[in-house]
């Protein structure tokens, strides 16, 4: 048995060409254990970057909501979109696995009050 976890792969087409083409853009895990385009989160990032425009930048992260300690993997495809987030603390990780790794760490449930 491999402490690997599974990797996580897109929705649909659409949303892998929009990470790897296209603007800079939020990726949250939805109900099917899949990624795809957040654009309520997305549009809250490029709101908090006006008027710069942000750099296309895969990164893998981890977002602490700070009011309810609930930890999420997100794939973002331009990192000003969440380096200053004002709710959540941003954990960057150089790959998907070893955010996922990190949030396997904390369990079924993945809080963190700390």
Do not use: K
């Amino acid at each position: 048995m491999s402490d690997q976890p599974v990797p996580i792969g897109f929705s649909t087409p659409f949303d892998a060409a929009l990470a790897g083409e296209g603007p800079p853009s939020l990726f949250t895990v939805n109900a099917r254990g899949e990624l795809r385009l957040d654009p309520d989160r997305t549009r809250d990032g490029w709101n908090r970057c006006e008027p710069e425009i942000p750099d296309h930048e895969i990164c893998h992260v981890l977002l602490r909501d700070r009011a309810t300690g609930w930890v999420q993997y997100v794939l973002v495809t331009g990192r000003a979109l969440v380096v200053d987030h004002p709710r959540a603390d941003v954990r960057f990780f150089d790959d998907q696995a070893s955010a996922l790794v990190a949030l396997a760490a904390l369990g079924p449930l993945p809080l963190d009050r700390a």
